[in-house]
């Protein structure tokens, strides 16, 4: 139950006293401390605590060559289980509050360092490129993992549409944050808006994903519709969720985990047996719905993609 909740518990600590006697933080705390047993132990092993509704499904859908042969894991689990804090701290909240979010009309403003900005539509960005499917395996930080078929097509298809230019070396990533169809954006659990960022390389290299769907359908909301990162090379939180700007920047972006928790998320955050979070090992993991641990592997598995990013920098340093 602690570690389940491992990486908010760093950031509540980070929030200034003065801030502390908010009553819906106290609330949530109080939540925190008085989760059923019941719905902890579901939870906690990735069994699906809440039954998950299916979502319309994709059409033109082609499989791609970016996929790992392993057992996926059941569509419930990696919808009914998830992190998406902007609907509060519990990993069945985001499946039970999620429905609040208005997915139409919904726009992504890609600016910065580029030729040309530009405000698409997501019925605009649906149709940049053919929609794959891609088998990744997902590892979040806090020592879960699954495998999931997601939907979309690499992030690069959206970048050369905007023609970044020599002076962009970074990408940020900022999520939808709104009070109104978000409860937990009224919390001060983190800096919001939720935001990511990759360095340019990185965002180029064609496994990283813009994810419009899972299992053939489209993304459900609690997974971050209508349109989410992933990267598969790199723990869970780095694949930002429900996204309205992608800015191409000179300067490395400070995440919203960063801010929180700096000694604890760093900005590379590549998937690292190695080198533990400073508060557990990082050497296993558990996939949910399965009992006991499988080693984790470094790059989760895609060294022989990605390892070469990294040659030369010391990964110790670049957590
Ligand atoms: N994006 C937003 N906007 N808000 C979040 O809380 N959580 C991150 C990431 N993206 C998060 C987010 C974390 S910690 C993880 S592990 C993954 O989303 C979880 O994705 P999933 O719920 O689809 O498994």
């Avoid at 910065?112 to 794959?132: H, N, S, W």
Wanted: proline letters at 8%.
């Amino acid at each position: 139950m602690i570690r389940q909740k491992a990486m908010l518990i760093r950031a509540a600590s980070a929030i200034p006293s003065s801030e502390i006697t908010n009553p819906a933080l106290y609330a949530d705390r109080r939540r925190f401390l008085l989760a059923s047993a019941a719905g902890a132990l579901a939870g906690g092993l990735g069994l699906p605590a809440i039954a998950a509704p299916r979502g319309e499904a994709l059409a033109d859908v082609r499989k791609s060559a970016w996929t790992v042969e392993e057992k996926l894991t059941p569509y419930e689990s990696a919808t009914t289980y998830n992190n998406f804090y902007e609907f509060g701290p519990d990993k069945d909240d985001p499946a039970k509050q999620a429905h609040r979010l208005k997915v139409r009309p919904w726009s992504v403003v890609v600016e910065g360092e580029v030729a040309k900005p530009r405000t698409f539509a997501i019925e605009d960005i649906l149709k940049l490129a053919p929609l794959e499917e891609r088998v990744y395996r997902f590892r979040c930080v806090e020592g879960w993992s699954m495998v999931v078929p997601w939907i979309g097509f690499s992030l690069s298809e959206l970048a050369r549409r905007v023609e970044p230019t020599s002076n962009a070396k970074f990408v940020e990533f900022i999520s939808l944050a709104d009070r109104e169809q978000m409860p937990y954006v009224r919390v001060p659990l983190l800096d919001w808006p939720y935001s990511e960022g990759l360095r340019i390389d990185e965002a180029m290299h064609p496994l990283t994903l813009l994810a419009v769907g899972l299992y053939g359908e489209v993304l459900p909301k609690q997974n971050g519709a209508p349109l989410r990162l992933i990267v598969p090379w790199k723990y869970g939180f780095k694949s930002a969720k429900s996204i309205v700007k992608i800015r191409f920047v000179r300067e490395m972006p400070r995440s919203a985990w960063m801010k929180s928790a700096p000694q604890e998320y760093g900005f590379y955050s590549n998937v690292n047996p190695e080198v533990p979070h400073p508060r557990w090992s990082q050497a296993q993991e558990r996939r949910l719905g399965e009992f006991g641990k499988r080693k984790t592997l470094p790059f989760n598995g895609y060294a022989e993609q990605v390892a070469a990013l990294y040659a030369g920098m010391d990964l110790r340093k670049n957590y």
